[in-house]
Every structure is written in structure tokens, then in C-alpha cells.
């Protein structure tokens, strides 16, 4: 990866950074280590000050839903007044709503420690956020000030902190000296998301109830995005498209999705209702109870064992408290029930659902043939992971 200057602006291939090939083909040992999310932050970070890249809001939700980002030459180089003039525009927490990244567009400023925290509140369930909240309100005044929740972020983030730099700290590898320097100076920097929820000077306090808010409209905002991306204007999305949707960050090759999809094309009539946003929303939830949907599952059939549609929808009322709307249960069925026996493929279908709810940011079952010293940091970095 390159990245050379000229005057006030940073020029760098965006295009390649984020490249498959790229992640694989043609680096040295080093910059493979490079983890996919900082080589997805990287290749979206659209602006830069201070020597540290940071993402702009726009920036965050593209690196959501585009699988490259936009062609570009430069990274915006961004002064002091910029900054300041940006943090002053950023609204306060009781202007919040489900559109804030949208309304505020390329005028923000997200690091990259945030960026993991975010990725984090958009995997998790609400019961794990509640839990980590109470843990740090050391006041047990259901608030928490700037460094309580400076405290939080780190926790949220720690587990990719750890797997995505522990092997970047190598002697041979300079990128790795320039990310550390890029984090402690980031870590001294107000942004957006801080401005946004402790205010101009950090001084006020977050409650509960406010960042089970943040919490939501930031989970209700990807949400109706992806659900106009794929509803293309209408009030429903397509059982196909909704295939097309929930196979889309899978490790599958494209060629691999076919079956799934042309099943579904087979299984449906083009009067069958398709998915609302409700059911959308629905769905996302299950989504971030999925540790607890796949604990569930194990009470009512064996390991591996296909899953009826009964002990489906027991699992998915027991892990998160809510029924899935029986439309929706049908076009998963009609998705993941290879037979057509009214039983969905377990393992396949709670893999997928693995990646989709990472977003592909989960490593790959298989990867390229690679060297012994490669492949023993790689067993390191796992095990330090359990």
C-alpha cells in the first residue's frame, strides 16, 4: 500500500487496498497482517488530519453496504478550523435520531477505535450492551461520563484491538509503528461520536435510556438503508432478493449462492408477499441474538441435525424473546431447506448467518497456502482469542 503526498492532499489507491487479490496476492508477510477491518477502514477513511486517517460519517455506512469504495484519488486533508467547524455542527444527544449519519454526511470525523465499536453495537445483542453499561457505571446512577464511556468503548473493542494488532507490533513491519502512532494520536482527538453523546466540552452525562437510543437508531438507520437498497422503491423486498440480501456478505462464492437463490425463484410465485420493513427489522434482531438462537437450537435436536420448523421458532421466542412473523420464517425455510422437507440445513444456514451478521468480517474457513511462521502466528492469534 502507498501512500504518498502532495501539497495538503494524501493520494492512495483506494481500489486496490480493498481488493481481494490485494488482501492475498502479491503483499509481503507483514502487510497481510494487516486484519480485514483495518484494510476496510483503510480503503474508506476518505479524510485525514493530523497524520491519522479517520472516516467520515458517509464513510461509515458505505464500508457497511458497498463492497469497494468509491473510486477516489485524493483523501481529504482537513485543517484545524475545518475541525473545529465540523464538531461545533455535530447535533447533541437530544437531536439525535435514526438519520444522523445521513444527515451529517461527509462533515464528521470517526476514528478507528470507534469504527470497531461500532461495528461491535451492530453485532450484539441489546442484553450485552445493558450488561456492559451497568458494568462501568461505577456510580450506579444508570450514567456514565466521557471516561466511563471511553472505558466502554475499549471493552466493546478490545477483542478486535487484540487479534488485529497483536501481530502488527513486529520490528519488520513499519505500517505498524505508524497505526500505533495513528491510535494514541486519535485517542487525544475529539470526534463526532463523542461530541455527539458528552456534548461540546465532554461534560455531560450519558444515560441509559439515551444510549439504548444511540443503540437503536443506529441499528434502525442500517437497517431502513439496506431495506431501500433492496426494496428498490416498493414497500416489500422480493423472497429472491431477500435471498440476494441474506447470502450477500457470505464467504460463498458467488457461484456457490446459485442454488440458494434459484431455489427460492423455484419456491415462489410473483404474487407471494415479500418482506417488510417490520419483518426486516425483525430479522435484524434475530440476528444479534444469534449466539443465543444457536445455544437454543442445542436444547431441541441433536448437533448438525436439520431443524423443523417448530423447534425453529421455539429457539428463535427462547433466544430473544419475540416471534419471527411466520412470512418470514416461510422464505428462510424456502431459502435453507434443501430437501423440501420442511427442515432447514442447521449448520449451513447458522454459518451464513454468521456472515451476514459480521458483515464478512469473520476469517474465512479456508485461506491460502501460507507459511509456517504465518500459519503459527495465525494459531497464536486464535488461541488468544478463546
Not at 502532495?6 to 480493498?18: C, E, I, P, R, W
Not at 513491519?173 to 470526534?191: G, H, I, N, V, Y
Not at 437508531?217 to 440476494?244: C, H, M, W, Y
Not at 431455489?263 to 420493513?277: A, F, L, M, N, W
Request: glycine letters at 4%; one cysteine or more.
Amino acid at each position: 500500500m502507498k501512500i504518498t503526498a502532495f501539497g495538503s492532499m494524501a493520494y492512495l489507491t483506494t481500489k486496490a487496498l480493498y481488493s481481494p487479490a490485494y488482501a492475498y496476492s502479491g503483499m509481503s508477510e507483514g502487510e497481510a497482517k494487516l486484519s480485514r477491518r483495518q484494510q476496510r477502514f483503510q480503503s474508506f477513511a476518505s479524510i485525514e488530519y493530523r497524520g491519522v486517517e479517520y472516516m467520515t460519517p458517509l464513510d461509515f455506512l458505505e464500508s457497511l453496504i458497498l463492497e469497494e469504495p468509491r473510486e477516489r484519488i485524493f483523501r481529504r486533508v482537513l485543517k484545524q478550523e475545518q475541525v473545529k467547524k465540523m464538531l461545533k455542527n455535530t447535533p447533541n444527544l437530544r437531536n439525535g435520531s435514526d438519520k444522523l449519519f445521513r444527515q451529517l454526511g461527509q462533515n464528521g470525523l470517526i476514528s478507528y477505535a470507534e469504527y470497531l465499536f461500532l461495528l461491535t453495537l451492530l453485532t450484539k445483542s441489546q442484553n450485552s450492551f445493558n450488561i456492559a453499561f451497568l458494568m462501568f457505571d461505577e456510580d450506579d446512577n444508570l450514567q456514565i461520563d466521557k471516561n466511563e464511556f471511553l472505558k466502554l468503548k475499549e471493552l466493546m473493542s478490545i477483542k478486535h484491538s487484540v487479534n488485529d494488532t497483536q501481530l502488527l507490533v513486529k520490528d519488520d513491519f513499519p505500517a505498524s509503528r505508524s497505526l500505533t502512532a495513528s491510535a494514541e494520536e486519535a485517542a487525544k482527538q475529539d470526534t463526532t461520536i463523542l461530541v455527539h453523546l458528552f456534548g461540546q466540552n465532554g461534560q455531560n452525562s450519558l444515560s441509559f435510556d439515551k444510549f439504548q437510543e444511540f443503540y437503536r437508531n443506529l441499528q434502525q438507520e442500517l437497517i431502513e438503508i439496506e431495506f431501500q437498497e433492496f426494496s428498490r422503491g416498493k414497500t416489500e423486498i422480493s423472497p429472491v432478493d431477500f435471498a440476494r440480501l441474506v447470502l450477500r456478505y457470505s464467504i460463498l462464492h458467488r457461484n456457490d449462492q446459485s442454488p440458494y437463490i434459484k431455489r427460492v425463484h423455484e419456491r415462489t410465485q410473483p404474487e407471494d408477499k415479500g418482506i417488510s420493513q417490520k419483518q426486516f427489522e425483525q430479522f435484524s434482531m434475530f440476528l444479534n441474538n444469534l449466539e443465543e438462537f444457536t445455544k437454543a437450537v442445542r436444547l431441541y435436536t441433536a448437533a448438525d441435525l436439520p431443524v423443523s420448523r417448530s423447534e425453529f421458532i421455539r429457539a428463535v421466542k427462547c433466544s430473544t424473546g419475540h416471534d419471527l412473523d411466520p412470512d418470514l420464517v416461510d422464505v428462510l425455510y424456502k431459502i435453507f431447506d434443501t430437501n423440501n422437507d420442511d427442515k432447514l440445513s442447521y449448520s449451513e444456514f447458522i454459518a451464513i448467518m454468521n456472515d451476514r451478521l459480521h458483515r464478512g468480517f469473520k476469517d474465512p474457513t479456508s485461506k491460502p497456502v501460507m507459511s509456517w511462521k504465518t500459519f503459527k502466528d495465525c494459531v497464536i492469534r486464535e488461541m488468544s482469542a478463546c
